[in-house]
């Protein structure tokens, strides 16, 4: 009989994210790379959504590959309209669920701080490109 997958959360309840958040955050979701400086090591993650505030990603966990801490330094790249993006910020919040002989899935806010204005049109040029090939390959 196998064990149920066990959750550890962050003290503070995410809801208590959502209501701090100063930005809507909208379903985006994308390959992406995680690190913990523009140098790496770059661990494989997904994008699931994105504000001008920051991203919400997940990603498969190895002990000493990333600092899942609060607080610590992250870089979070993906590719979009044919060129690599890179945002710098920290890590928010993390919530991490494991089940007996598998290796962690983590999910985690990324807080991109206070982007610049260019940054934040980068980002809604690069949701609304993307909304507009999922709607011309039919997926939405």
Known sequence: MSEEPKN??????????????KYAR??????ASIASS???PWIEAE???????????RFQFIEGEIDISEGASCV???????????????????????SPGEVPVVEAGINFGELPLEKKNEILRIFMWTRLQENLEGKN
């Open 26 to 31: 909208a379903p985006f979701r994308t390959k």
């Open 47 to 57: 994008v699931l959504d994105i504000s001008f505030g920051g991203a919400h990603v």
């Open 38 to 40: 523009p140098e790496g």
């Open 8 to 21: 550890t959360v962050n003290p503070r309840e995410e809801t208590d994210y959502v209501k701090q958040r």
């Open 76 to 98: 979070v790249k993906f590719r979009a309209k044919d060129k690599e993006k890179a945002y710098q910020g920290s890590i928010a919040w993390v919530s991490q669920k494991t």
